[in-house]
Nanobody
């Protein structure tokens, strides 16, 4: 059974930093592209960042480019999202995703990030 468990969310002041982690189990982690999406209250789910299987390629939404960094530790089956210079607009539930060759995709349950002004 595939499980993606996010952690690290919380309340932070604008300008602050948080690091989210997503621990994966039940899948070949080193073969999975990993990513983060977010959903603010009353809005649709949006892409935040993605890191390729080999860690050679990273992708970011324009809204977070230069402030957020995605990374992965294949030895720990964990993907991270370092978030700096946080803004109130970054407040959302953040979801971890995993996608495998062949099309299977998985989502975590999400972790709440709230940025106060």
């Amino acid at each position: 059974q595939v499980q993606l468990v996010e952690s690290g969310g919380g309340l932070v002041q604008a300008g602050g930093s948080l690091t989210l982690a997503c621990a994966a189990s039940g899948l070949p982690f080193s073969n999975a592209g990993m990513g983060w999406f977010r959903q603010a209250q009353g809005k649709g789910r949006e892409f935040v960042a993605r890191i390729s299987r080999s860690r050679d390629n990273t992708y970011y939404a324009d809204s977070v480019k230069g402030r957020f960094t995605i990374s992965r530790d294949n030895a720990k089956n964990t993907v991270y999202l370092q978030m700096n210079s946080l803004k109130p607009d970054d407040s959302a539930v953040y979801y971890c995703t995993a996608d495998l060759i062949g099309g299977d995709a998985y989502w975590g349950q999400g972790t709440q990030v709230t940025v106060s002004s």
